[in-house]
């Protein structure tokens, strides 16, 4: 058939279309091309069946609306329910899994690893002493893409594998909130703690057949877990027609990862900060620069990407706190106290 006739075809079956009763669905947005043909057809088909007296209209059945999504859809309200991550400012809410903090002497949010309110030179980091921001002399400021490990300026990228400061695979260096250097996951990977290593969100990961990896919110920290998948394949998930992930339900559809999906613009990709499928066009909402402490990330597994620790403890009595390493009982703290933000905390006698 020419596209002449094709194109015939269609005007005709589409008027026949929008005539017809409420039962079915057409998109007036939507542009129909010559694939959707047979959609078409079956469509009048129905259309003719209603007009047609003790015809059975229940042997037809059509697709659902198309979802379309827009770049960031979905994230509200998954950032929502994420225990934790909102940090209330002077107007405004600060995200701490972006790496925003609320200022002291002004409440406004400022972000960790920045400039912000500091002199030159200087940068916003947390004080381990009270785990509230402070300007701070910017160790390696000379150096790009450099990190300060046991004192010393490391490029940010992994070191050769007989390095001292070596991460493990799947792992990289990070600045941390203190301004340290310390290892974590890979942007856009999170932590199993069965393994010990990074998995891309929603692949099968370490897995058995049948489930995929993602992360479960549980309070004040994220945690990678085998789960079942509920699409037909590793690297899909499923959506709603409000663009969010379900595990189940009516009115959903899985959609290839990595692909235009129900995008209206950029792919359907894993969030590196969320750790979640949302349609973008780079590899985060919350932009490709500044520091990400990420959902899944081992600092989350730690509780340290989603709590105002300084909040909590403005009004207790004076804190110990010491760096935490291996005790003899394969502890992270000394006895009497506890590991908490990446230190080891004990109320003062």
Known sequence: MSVKNVVGVLALVLGSVLAAPREFYVD???????????ELRIAAAYEKCVRTPGCDTTIYSFPQPRVKCQEGAG???????????RVGGTGSTCNSMAGEVVWPATGQCVKLLSQGPCPPSEWVKLARSNLTPVCAPRPCDSQDNAVMINGVCRPINQPSPSAPTSCPPTQRL???????GECDCVPGTVFYQGTQRCYTPYTQGPCTTGYII????????GEARCVPNSCPKPNMVRLDQNCQTRDSGEQTTCHDLNSQGPCESGLLRIDNTIAEPLCITTHSIFGTIGPRCSRGSIRDARGRCRTNLAALLRNTPPIVTSRPRLQSDNRQCPPG???LAGICLKLAS
């Open 214 to 221: 993602k992360v479960v919110d549980s309070g004040m920290k």
């Open 75 to 85: 994230a509200e309200a998954m950032m929502n329910e994420m225990v934790g991550v």
């Open 337 to 339: 106290q506890v590991f």
């Open 174 to 180: 990070v600045t941390n909130e203190f301004g340290e």
């Open 28 to 38: 007036p947005s939507r542009i129909y091309t010559p694939d959707d043909l047979e």
